[in-house]
């Protein structure tokens, strides 16, 4: 059974930083894509970044480019989401995610497996 587990997550002044955490268990992740997305209530599920498996190249929504760092440790099965400056806006449920697509990766459709999601809160 693959699991997905977030952690990392809590309340923070805005320009503050945090660091969220998401180990996979269950099978094998060779090959997959992991990936990081976000729900504001009232708001969609929107994309945050992901980082492919053998070139770790990674991809980052425009609202996090220059602030956000995703990153992997494939011998652990764990992926990182680094957040600094963090804003209000910010604000939201974050979730991680896994896909073998190589393409759509900003998709959410195209995610197989989802974790149960940690609180990001940031005060003004």
């Known amino acids: 059974q693959v699991q997905l587990v977030e952690s990392g997550g809590g309340l923070v002044q805005a320009g503050g930083s945090l660091r969220l955490s998401c180990a996979a268990s269950?099978?094998?992740?060779?090959?997959?894509?992991m990936g990081w997305f976000r729900q504001a209530p009232g708001k969609e599920r929107e994309f945050v970044a992901a980082?492919?498996?053998?070139?770790?190249?990674?991809h980052y929504a425009d609202s996090a480019l220059g602030r956000f760092s995703i990153s992997r440790d494939n011998a652990k099965n764990t992926v990182y989401l680094q957040m600094n400056s963090l804003k209000p806006e910010d604000t939201a449920v974050y979730y991680c995610a896994t896909t073998r697509t190589l393409v759509r990766i900003t998709y959410a459709s195209e995610y197989d497996y989802w974790g149960q999601g940690t609180q990001v809160t940031v005060s003004s």
């Open positions: 269950g099978r094998t992740f060779s090959g997959y894509t």
């Open positions: 980082i492919t498996w053998r070139d770790r190249r990674s």
